[in-house]
């Protein structure tokens, strides 16, 4: 489990790499996983999940990663835990 916050500013809305179709899609191909549900601890939707782009809070971390979330909570603007992986977004 790891605590995060949402990324915001324009980072956040580049294009994953073009091999993938969404960053779900990324997501999903890099773990072998399905996003069946929102990765947040304290939420259970199954309808409309994303490849959310966190930061890990309380760490020297600086790296931008995408976990599944759903619409509500990738606009959340609090710090929450999620128990999905976190999967590093690639470099320009």
């Known amino acids: 489990m790891a605590k995060v916050k949402n990324m915001t500013g324009p ?3 580049h294009n994953p790499p073009s091999e993938y179709d969404s960053w779900l899609d990324y997501w999903e191909k890099k773990t ?3 996003a069946s549900t929102c ?4 939420c259970s939707t199954t309808k409309g999940i994303v490849g959310g782009h966190v930061v890990m809070v309380g760490s020297s971390d600086t790296t931008h990663y995408i ?3 759903c619409r509500p909570c990738n606009n959340r603007a609090d ?3 999620v ?3 976190l999967i590093p977004v690639p470099e320009l």
Do not use: H, I, V
């Open 39 to 42: 990765g947040a601890t304290d």
């Open 79 to 81: 710090t929450f835990y």
């Open 11 to 13: 980072d956040r809305f």
């Open 67 to 69: 976990t599944p979330l």
């Open 83 to 85: 128990s999905t992986e």
């Open 32 to 34: 072998g996983k399905k």
